[in-house]
Antibody, heavy 120, light 108 residues
Framework: EVQLVESGGGLVKPGGSLRLSCTAS????????MHWVRQAPGKGLEWVSS????????YYADSVKGRFTISRDNTKNSLFLQMSSLRADDTAVYYC?????????????WGQGTLVTVSS | EIVLTQSPGTLSLSPGERATLSCRAS???????LAWYQQRPGQAPRLLIF???SRATGVPDRFSGSGSGTDFTLSISRLEPEDFAVYYC?????????FGPGTKVDIK
């Protein structure tokens, strides 16, 4: 069974940093593209960042470019999101999600999310 | 950036009725790389449709997707109680990938 488990969320002050992790199991992590998607409280979905299996190609939403860094460790089946210069509008549930096998960027498996709250 | 618009914002229907949801893109979505997701309260999104019209694994055949270019549709032929949820379209043809604002299907 495919499982994605996010961790690392919490309360952080504006301007602070946080590192999210996503631990994968039940599939060969090293062969799948991975994404981060976030959802502010009561709002819709917002794509944040994506990374291909080899980490060669990485993409970011304009809203986080220069502040967030996506990375992965295929030896530990883990995906990361390093967030810095956090702002109140970064408050959201952050989901990691897997690209469908043989797909392009459609997301067929999602974690349950980790809540990041940016507040003083 | 491709902007997606979904209509209606809310759709109030009864179980057994047909639902038709629309997603319009600000420019053509290449290769019809358009997906639909369902999100129930308190849950993560679930992939329903990819490539505009292909059902994801395990998705019931009452869900169908159609469209191309800039206009896409998700249809639910007969609403079941578990189908009352929020539905998002997403274009994944061009980064930054973008989601529509969602359509809420609620019980009339």
């Amino acid at each position: 069974e495919v499982q994605l488990v996010e961790s690392g969320g919490g309360l952080v002050k504006p301007g602070g940093s946080l590192r999210l992790s996503c631990t994968a199991s039940g599939f060969t992590f090293s062969t799948y593209g991975m994404h981060w998607v976030r959802q502010a409280p009561g709002k819709g979905l917002e794509w944040v960042s994506s990374i291909i299996p080899s980490s060669t190609f990485i993409y970011y939403a304009d809203s986080v470019k220069g502040r967030f860094t996506i990375s992965r460790d295929n030896t530990k089946n883990s995906l990361f999101l390093q967030m810095s210069s956090l702002r109140a509008d970064d408050t959201a549930v952050y989901y990691c999600a897997r690209v469908r096998e043989r797909g392009f960027a459609e997301l067929d498996s999602w974690g349950q999310g980790t809540l990041v709250t940016v507040s003083s | 950036e491709i902007v997606l618009t979904q209509s209606p914002g809310t759709l109030s229907l009864s179980p057994g009725e047909r639902a038709t949801l629309s997603c319009r893109a600000s420019q053509s979505v290449s290769n019809n790389y358009l997906a639909w997701y369902q999100q129930r309260p308190g849950q993560a999104p679930r992939l329903l449709i990819f490539g505009a019209s292909s059902r994801a694994t395990g998705v019931p055949d009452r869900f169908s997707g159609s469209g191309s270019g800039t206009d896409f549709t998700l249809s639910i032929s007969r609403l079941e109680p578990e189908d009352f949820a929020v539905y998002y379209c997403e274009q994944y043809a061009t980064a930054p990938f973008t989601f529509g604002p969602g359509t809420k299907v609620d019980i009339k």
